[in-house]
């Protein structure tokens, strides 16, 4: 397929995939697809230039990179098969070939994160690629802000110190478990540094897992009262 068609497929998606994620408050709307799309692209280019494998092949990362949460499990009744099905349905349309659809359509099955102690496979260098985009959205100062917004449109509890952290052995758990906010960063967020695929998400990784240990810090000393440098005596 020539550049200017694939250029045309992946604008129409772009649109596609903005009208239908516009009104999203749970940390999926559009400006993560966003910078999920541009952050896989830097990796990409970034990863290339080290012979990273071999050459990718960035129509498939763009265009799972676009259409990853277009149908996330979480909100389609734990259906984990929506998001790849629908995306199919998106991409047909056109003359793309069935092997790139196939591609496609099987990195957004895997992307997702399903609990601490459940593998994830991901098999080739472009869905490593579009994995590691996301997974950096959900760290730092971006993640901390990802993460609230998540508990409130599930209307979890920000903090229960009573309640601890658990890790998931299983799809099954991690999906009906009740958690807090504060816990999934134990459950997931801080977990994520050490399952980077690329040596570019690493290096992006570590900054903002950093970040969120500083910020849990402050959120347990503001929790227990336990600061003590009052401005005046600063
Ligand atoms: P992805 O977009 O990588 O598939 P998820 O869909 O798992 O990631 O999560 C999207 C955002 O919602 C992330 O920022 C994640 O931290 C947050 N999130 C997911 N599950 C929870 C939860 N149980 N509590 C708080 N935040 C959550
Ligand atoms: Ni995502």
Redesign the pocket.
């Known amino acids: 397929m020539e550049i200017a068609e694939q250029q045309r497929i992946i604008a129409a998606t772009a649109d596609y995939v903005r009208q239908a994620l516009a009104q999203d408050s749970?940390?999926?709307d559009w400006w993560?697809i966003t910078r999920?799309w541009r952050l896989a692209r830097t990796i990409a280019a970034r990863e290339s230039k080290g012979q990273f494998p071999a050459e990718v092949d960035l129509f498939v990362i763009e265009l799972a990179a676009l259409l990853?949460?277009i149908a996330?499990w979480?909100f389609q009744d734990g259906d984990a098969e929506a998001g790849s099905r629908v995306a199919r349905a998106w991409l047909e349309q056109y003359p793309i070939d069935s092997a790139a659809i196939d591609h496609i359509c099987a990195i957004i099955h895997d992307?997702?994160?399903k609990g601490a102690g459940t593998s994830s496979m991901m098999p080739t260098t472009e869905g490593m690629i579009v994995q590691d985009a996301?997974?950096l959205?959900?760290l730092g100062a971006?993640?901390i802000g990802?993460?609230?917004?998540?508990?409130g449109h599930?209307g979890?509890p920000m903090y229960d110190p009573e309640l601890a952290p658990h890790p998931h052995a299983t799809f099954a758990e991690y999906k009906s478990?009740r958690?807090?906010?504060i816990?999934?960063f134990y459950?997931?967020?801080l977990l994520l540094r050490d399952r980077m695929h690329t040596a570019t998400a690493r290096q992006l990784a570590e900054r903002r897992h950093v970040y969120m240990l500083e910020f849990l810090q402050r959120f347990m000393d503001e929790w227990d009262g336990h600061e003590h440098s009052f401005p005046d005596e600063m």
């Open positions: 749970s940390g999926h993560h999920v990853h949460d996330d979480k992307l997702s994160f996301d997974r959205d959900a971006i993640g990802r993460t609230f917004a998540y508990g599930t979890q478990a958690s807090t906010t816990n999934h459950e997931k967020l």
